[in-house]
């Protein structure tokens, strides 16, 4: 009997890509997806060979018999305290009762245990499931990418195409960020999904590039070296940040508002891996910065 793991969240761009390395795997793959989802996606998933399975979060029968007989549960859901808190609660509740031993929750972010509360919205409730996770005999392993490196293509300060400038911030031109692609952080937690030895905290990386770096990087991709802008200390960021978190309370209401953008940026400088573990698993080919932003 083929192993059986179960994608939460299998429609995103992340889930879709998990789903895919497990299909590479040998991995038989349910997909749980709500009865609202997009229906093309669900017909990519489908055309996979994936087993897609409609299931309302607030119907614990449903995705109790989606989690019969599961080896790992993935969670790649996103969203704010309703799905990350609420709904993934849900899903973990049922895959305990089903006797699921293992689960990965979504936190495919920056390593927030090195964060205090208040710092990134986001990762605080990544943060408040943790906790919950922590207390019940399931074993969870969470997959901290640093920064998707995607976001190096958004013109965010840190490398701002547009203006041909770098931000860093409490002279740090040289401290390295960890970045990751979608497609390698799909590649490493299928392998995890795998893997029953998996630790609690795994970190990975693609690339670690510093301010610095990317400047001479820009160079090398278009010709000329961004500057770099020192922009003050994290302090200073950080009560600029809370100012226009509270002059734009709708943002609350938001994933993405400039806010939790900045917050994001900041957590960039504010912490870093303290290891490496892309070497897990031998198989994996990772990114370069350069391939990453070309």
């Given at each position: 009997?083929?192993?059986?793991?179960?994608?939460?969240?299998?429609?995103?761009?992340?889930?879709?890509?998990?789903?895919?390395?497990?299909?590479?795997?040998?991995?038989?793959?349910?997909?749980?997806?709500?009865?609202?989802?997009?229906?093309?996606?669900?017909?990519?998933?489908?055309?996979?060979?994936?087993?897609?399975?409609?299931?309302?979060?607030?119907?614990?029968?449903?995705?109790?018999?989606?989690?019969?007989?599961?080896?790992?549960?993935?969670?790649?859901?996103?969203?704010?305290?309703?799905?990350?808190?609420?709904?993934?609660?849900?899903?973990?509740?049922?895959?305990?009762?089903?006797?699921?031993?293992?689960?990965?929750?979504?936190?495919?972010?920056?390593?927030?245990?090195?964060?205090?509360?208040?710092?990134?919205?986001?990762?605080?409730?990544?943060?408040?499931?943790?906790?919950?996770?922590?207390?019940?005999?399931?074993?969870?392993?969470?997959?901290?990418?640093?920064?998707?490196?995607?976001?190096?293509?958004?013109?965010?300060?840190?490398?701002?195409?547009?203006?041909?400038?770098?931000?860093?911030?409490?002279?740090?031109?040289?401290?390295?960020?960890?970045?990751?692609?979608?497609?390698?952080t799909a590649a490493f937690t299928a392998a995890?999904?795998?893997?029953?030895?998996?630790?609690?905290?795994?970190?990975?990386?693609?690339?670690?590039?510093?301010?610095?770096?990317?400047?001479?990087?820009?160079?090398?991709?278009?010709?000329?070296?961004?500057?770099?802008?020192?922009?003050?200390?994290?302090?200073?960021?950080?009560?600029?940040?809370?100012?226009?978190?509270?002059?734009?309370?709708?943002?609350?209401?938001?994933?993405?508002?400039?806010?939790?953008?900045?917050?994001?940026?900041?957590?960039?400088?504010?912490?870093?891996?303290?290891?490496?573990?892309?070497?897990?698993?031998?198989?994996?080919?990772?990114?370069?910065?350069?391939?990453?932003?070309?």
């Amino acid at each position: 009997m083929k192993d059986i793991i179960l994608v939460a969240g299998a429609t995103g761009n992340l889930g879709t890509q998990i789903c895919r390395e497990l299909i590479k795997r040998g991995v038989q793959v349910r997909a749980l997806v709500r009865p609202e989802s997009d229906l093309i996606k669900t017909k990519e998933l489908q055309d996979l060979g994936i087993n897609v399975i409609q299931a309302n979060f607030n119907t614990p029968y449903d995705l109790v018999s989606a989690c019969e007989g599961v080896r790992c549960v993935v969670s790649a859901l996103a969203g704010l305290r309703n799905v990350i808190i609420t709904a993934q609660s849900q899903l973990l509740n049922a895959a305990i009762q089903a006797g699921v031993p293992r689960f990965i929750p979504s936190d495919f972010c920056t390593d927030y245990t090195q964060l205090s509360e208040g710092v990134n919205r986001n990762f605080d409730l990544r943060k408040e499931f943790e906790s919950l996770i922590n207390n019940n005999e399931i074993k969870a392993t969470s997959i901290f990418n640093g920064a998707f490196s995607y976001v190096l293509q958004y013109g965010i300060p840190l490398f701002d195409n547009r203006n041909k400038k770098i931000a860093y911030y409490e002279g740090k031109k040289n401290w390295k960020i960890d970045f990751t692609t979608v497609n390698d952080t799909a590649a490493f937690t299928a392998a995890a999904a795998l893997d029953d030895s998996a630790p609690r905290h795994l970190h990975i990386a693609s690339f670690q590039v510093s301010p610095k770096d990317l400047s001479e990087l820009s160079s090398t991709l278009y010709g000329e070296a961004f500057n770099l802008i020192d922009e003050g200390g994290l302090e200073q960021f950080s009560a600029l940040i809370k100012n226009i978190r509270q002059a734009h309370p709708e943002g609350e209401q938001e994933l993405y508002p400039q806010w939790q953008q900045m917050q994001y940026l900041y957590s960039m400088f504010a912490v870093r891996h303290p290891h490496l573990d892309n070497t897990r698993y031998a198989d994996l080919n990772w990114t370069s910065a350069q391939d990453a932003l070309s």
